[in-house]
């Protein structure tokens, strides 16, 4: 598997929050604290099968 930079579609990402990112990853569609939230605000926008993940704190350390 290709590792797949995010850091320009997660540089505005709300910290801590799920993310539901489009299926191509070029855009955050929707998002919340809550998952369930999120992705029902992304199927809402018309995004079938978003990809979901938590946005990290401001203080990680991604490697």
Known sequence: ??????????KDAPQGEWLALSFSLDR?????????EAKEAAHQLGEKMPI??????PHAMII
């Open 28 to 36: 955050i569609v929707a998002h919340s604290p809550d998952l369930s």
């Open 52 to 57: 979901m993940m938590k946005a990290p704190p």
């Open 1 to 10: 598997m290709t590792p797949i930079d995010l850091t320009k579609v997660l």
